[in-house]
């Protein structure tokens, strides 16, 4: 038996999950900052590293009595080493290695975007090699070939800002609440189609870069020219979202066809857009391809997904020591390959 306890602290959520490879996610907390990124119009880092040491503590207490465990029964405790904000990242490598050295339980620095991409594997333990991963978050815009687990290859990326953080920009000059993505989606549903078409960004040059800066600027000048009502701020949203989705379509499926992968995984915080699910299932069936995508709860961050990579990572002649260290920009690339073997396990809420 293998149990690990995952921690996630890469920005302004506090994930704390324990996942046992028999028996699956035996516990998966999470605390969100919500009501103070709303109230300063956006992270600040201080801020979010202060709450993260408000709550970690009582969050592992919590899930080690939700999952029915003590400390002295966890294997290794993974833990967020990057990419991510340096404050927060250094509350939760700091809280993974005390523990570790006060129990002598090994610890594991894990990769936050591998957590992401690897996500999906917490409903469906084995995915299907080689394939094109989108993973989009609130920091984040990548697509990437997966050749097996650790061997990745980013194809493209944002050269600006991440999709997310596009999305809480809009958002926020909509009036909307924090975070955007949902509340866009939300407002988006009561639009008028084709009452405005905004720009699909940087589908028209070849290559499979993203770029977002552009259509922020230019949905921000329609904004501050338009009536300010509820119905045209409806159309808007409706508009940037499709932008952004067919943006999304098309990059996958030019990534597919470069690479002639046929298989497709989704995953990140802005994964969890219904309709972006729906239209790259339909395009997968077509080319009678498979997708992943990620349960619903793991797209934001958590620390299940955490657990879960420690978990695959996991090696019985890891090393205690005391040093702590971070990545805040940790590329995927840098991973080693895992000998990962098949099992199968029943997801415990």
């Not at 300063?40 to 880092?45: L, S, Y």
């Not at 290794?76 to 990419?83: E, K, Q, S, W």
């Not at 299907?128 to 990548?142: K, N, R």
């Not at 866009?184 to 940087?202: C, E, R, V």
Request: proline share 5%; aromatic share 6%; hydrophobic share 40%.
């Amino acid at each position: 038996m293998i149990r690990i306890l995952g921690i996630e602290t890469s920005c302004d959520d506090t994930g704390i999950a324990i996942y046992d490879k028999k028996h699956g996610l035996l516990s998966n907390k999470i605390y969100k900052q919500n009501y103070l990124n709303t109230r300063h119009g956006g992270i600040i880092p201080e801020l979010a590293s202060r709450a993260h040491i408000n709550k970690i503590i009582p969050l592992i207490q919590s899930a080690l009595k939700d999952a029915q465990s003590k400390i002295q029964n966890i294997d290794a405790i993974a833990y967020t080493a990057g990419p991510g904000l340096s404050g927060p990242l250094i509350i939760g490598a700091t809280t993974g290695k005390t523990l570790g050295y006060i129990y002598n339980i090994p610890s594991i620095p894990i990769n936050h975007m591998e957590g992401h991409l690897l996500s999906p594997m917490l409903k469906i333990p084995e995915l299907s090699f080689p394939l094109i991963a989108l993973l989009i978050s609130g920091g984040h815009t990548q697509l990437i070939a997966v050749k097996n687990i650790g061997e990745y290859k980013i194809l493209g990326e944002s050269t600006d800002d991440a999709v997310g953080e596009t999305y809480d920009k809009i958002a926020k000059l909509l009036g909307l609440t924090y975070p955007g993505g949902k509340s866009l989606s939300i407002l988006a549903k009561q639009g008028i189609p084709k009452t405005y078409i905004f720009p699909k960004p940087m589908t028209k040059k070849e290559g499979l870069q993203f770029s977002f800066s552009g259509l922020k600027t230019y949905v921000t000048n329609i904004i501050q020219k338009s009536p300010k009502n509820i119905q045209t701020k409806a159309n808007i949203a409706l508009a940037f979202e499709e932008s952004v989705i067919d943006t999304f379509i098309i990059k996958c499926k030019r990534a597919l066809k470069i690479t002639k992968f046929n298989n497709l995984l989704l995953a990140g915080g802005v994964s969890a857009n219904k309709k972006l699910r729906k239209k790259l299932t339909k395009i997968m069936q077509k080319k009678m391809g498979k997708i992943f995508i990620a349960p619903t709860r793991f797209c934001t961050d958590n620390g299940a997904m955490i657990a879960y990579v420690g978990m695959l990572r996991f090696q019985k002649n890891i090393k205690n020591d005391l040093k702590i260290s971070i990545n805040t920009n940790w590329s995927l690339e840098e991973l080693s390959p895992i000998k990962h073997k098949k099992h199968s396990c029943n997801i415990i809420i």
